[in-house]
C-alpha cells in the first residue's frame, strides 16, 4: 500500500546529509590544496559519493515501488493519493506494512550499501603485495 514511502524518507534524508558533507569536504579539500598536500591523497573517494550510491539505490526502489502500485491502483493522482487513506480500517493495515514491510526493504537496502562499502574500502586501502611491488619496481 504504501511501503515505499519508508525507504522514499531515508532517500531523503540521505540525500540532504549527502548535500551537506559534500560542501563539507570540497572545503576540506581547498583547504589542504592550499597546505600543498599531495594530490594523491585527494583522489580518494569520498564519503558523500559513497553516500550517494546508497541514495541511488533508495530513489531507485522507490521508484519502482511507487509504480508498481500505480499499477495495481493503490496510488492515485488526485486527493488522497493513497487510496487505503480513504478508509480507517485500511489505513491500519497500510501503518502496519510500512512499519514491517518498509522499515525492512530500508533496513536491507542500507545493509546491503554498508557490506558494499565496507567491502570497497578494504579493497581500496590494500597495500600492495610484495608480488606487486617488485613488479612495479621491475617496470620503472
Known amino acids: 500500500m504504501a511501503c515505499f514511502l519508508?525507504?522514499?524518507?531515508?532517500?531523503?534524508v540521505t540525500t540532504i546529509a549527502s548535500k551537506v558533507i559534500e560542501k563539507k569536504e570540497q572545503a576540506e579539500d581547498k583547504e589542504k590544496l592550499a597546505q600543498g598536500v599531495?594530490?594523491?591523497?585527494?583522489?580518494k573517494p569520498?564519503?558523500?559519493s559513497?553516500?550517494?550510491k546508497l541514495?541511488?539505490?533508495l530513489w531507485g526502489g522507490s521508484g519502482l515501488l511507487a509504480f508498481e502500485h500505480l499499477w495495481h491502483g493503490e496510488i492515485q493522482p488526485f486527493f488522497p493519493f493513497l487510496t487505503a487513506t480513504s478508509?480507517?480500517?485500511d489505513m491500519t493495515a497500510m501503518l502496519h506494512e510500512m512499519s514491517t514491510v518498509g522499515v525492512s526493504m530500508a533496513a536491507l537496502v542500507t545493509g546491503v550499501w554498508a557490506v558494499m562499502t565496507f567491502?570497497?574500502?578494504?579493497?581500496?586501502n590494500r597495500e600492495a603485495s610484495p608480488e606487486e611491488a617488485?613488479?612495479?619496481e621491475a617496470a620503472k
Open 46 to 48: 569520498h564519503f558523500s
Open 38 to 43: 599531495n594530490l594523491s591523497e585527494l583522489n
Open 6 to 12: 519508508v525507504p522514499a524518507a531515508e532517500a531523503a
Open 55 to 57: 541514495n541511488y539505490m
Open 87 to 89: 478508509n480507517p480500517a
Open 50 to 52: 559513497k553516500l550517494n
Open 134 to 136: 617488485l613488479q612495479e
Open 119 to 124: 567491502i570497497s574500502g578494504k579493497i581500496e
